[in-house]
Nanobody, 123 residues
Framework: QVQLAESGGGLVQAGGSLRLSCTRY????????MGWFRQAPGKEHEFVAA????????YYTNSVKGRFTLHGDDAKNTMYLQMNSLKPEDTAVYYC????????????????WGHGTQVTVSS
C-alpha cells in the first residue's frame, strides 16, 4: 500500500514563494511517474505538474511554466514542487499523486493520492 503525505502549504503574499513536499510511504520511491494537481473552491481538479516514468522529462500546465519547478529526492522518498512568483489565482488545495497509468494530466490516471495541502496567495 502506498501512502502520500503533502506538506509545505501556507499563506503567502503575491510574488512570494512556497515549496511543497510529497513524501511517499509503503514502497521504495522513485519520484518518476508522480504529479501535482490543485483544486480551487468550486472548481475541478487541475493538473499542475508531473514527471515522466523515464525520469527525463517534467511537464507543467501553461499557467505555471517558468514559475513552478518539480524535482525529487529518491534518497528521501520525497518529491518537491517549488513555487515562485505566486499569484492569487494559484490559491487552491494542492494534491500529490503517483502511479499514473494513462495521460499524466488526467486526474483519473493516478492510483494514489495524498490528502492535500492548502496554498493561499493574498493580493
Amino acid at each position: 500500500q502506498v501512502q502520500l503525505a503533502e506538506s509545505g502549504g501556507g499563506l503567502v503574499q503575491a510574488g512570494g514563494s512556497l515549496r511543497l513536499s510529497c513524501t511517499r510511504y509503503g514502497r521504495a520511491l522513485t519520484w518518476n511517474g508522480m504529479g501535482w494537481f490543485r483544486q480551487a473552491p468550486g472548481k475541478e481538479h487541475e493538473f499542475v505538474a508531473a514527471s515522466s516514468y523515464g525520469g527525463d522529462s517534467t511537464y507543467y500546465t501553461n499557467s505555471v511554466k517558468g514559475r513552478f519547478t518539480l524535482h525529487g529526492d529518491d534518497a528521501k522518498n520525497t518529491m518537491y514542487l517549488q513555487m515562485n512568483s505566486l499569484k492569487p489565482e494559484d490559491t487552491a488545495v494542492y494534491y500529490c499523486a503517483s502511479g499514473y497509468s494513462g495521460p499524466y494530466y488526467q486526474h483519473d490516471s493516478y492510483a494514489y493520492w495524498g490528502h492535500g495541502t492548502q496554498v493561499t496567495v493574498s493580493s
